[in-house]
């Protein structure tokens, strides 16, 4: 049974940050993509970031893009999302998501590609 569990999320004033985790279990983990997506409050689900089975090739949503580092342990079955210089709009429930994709291809923006998901942790954001 593939279970990708989130931690990491909180509450933090703006300017902060965290660091999240995603640790999946029951799957060949080098064999995926693995992403990060977030959903507000009364708002669709929206592409943070991404990145390929080695690490080599992060990918991320022009919003965070210099905010947000993406990175991934293969041998602890662990990618990580970096959050720096967090603000207000930040807010959601972040999630992360496995996509078993062939090697040579980068990781997606579309959440219709990845096959499993994680429950979401919320991270909140003060002004």
């Known amino acids: 049974q593939v279970q990708l569990v989130e931690s990491g999320g909180g509450l933090v004033q703006a300017g902060g940050s965290l660091r999240l985790s995603c640790e999946a279990s029951?799957?060949?983990?080098?064999?995926?993509?693995m992403g990060w997506f977030r959903q507000a409050s009364g708002k669709e689900r929206e592409f943070v970031s991404a990145i390929n089975w080695a690490g080599s090739r992060p990918d991320y949503a022009d919003s965070v893009k210099g905010r947000f580092t993406i990175s991934r342990d293969n041998a602890k079955k662990t990618v990580y999302l970096q959050m720096n210089s967090l603000k207000p709009e930040d807010t959601a429930v972040y999630s992360c998501?496995?996509?078993?994709?062939?090697?040579?291809?980068?990781?997606?923006?579309?959440?219709?590609?990845?096959?499993?998901w994680g429950q979401g942790t919320q991270v909140t954001v003060s002004s």
């Open positions: 998501a496995a996509d078993e994709t062939p090697r040579h291809r980068l990781s997606s923006r579309s959440p219709l590609a990845y096959d499993y």
């Open positions: 029951g799957l060949t983990f080098s064999n995926y993509a």
